[in-house]
């Protein structure tokens, strides 16, 4: 489910999240929301949407993230 998190380690940095299993599993579902994504696409899939991600557009990243995080959507 989150295999590609493990390039991710500085959006959790960026995110001030411990890089646990929980907060991996939000992580997963708020990336894939912000994504468009559902949540049955596969990781690889998910891992190949965000590295076509152009640079604005990753850097502005960790805050689409927060706030589905603060949304409690995630």
């Known amino acids: ?6 390039h ?10 411990e890089y646990d299993k929980a907060n991996r599993t939000r992580v997963d579902t708020a990336i894939r ?16 949407s965000i590295k ?5 557009e990753r850097d502005s990243l960790p805050a689409r993230v927060a706030e589905v995080l603060s949304h409690g959507k995630a």
């Open 52 to 56: 076509a991600l152009q640079p604005e």
């Open 1 to 6: 489910m989150t295999c590609y998190q493990r």
């Open 33 to 48: 929301e912000v994504l468009g994504l559902a949540q049955g696409v596969h990781c690889p899939e998910v891992w190949s």
């Open 8 to 17: 991710l380690r500085w959006l959790f940095d960026a995110l001030d999240l």
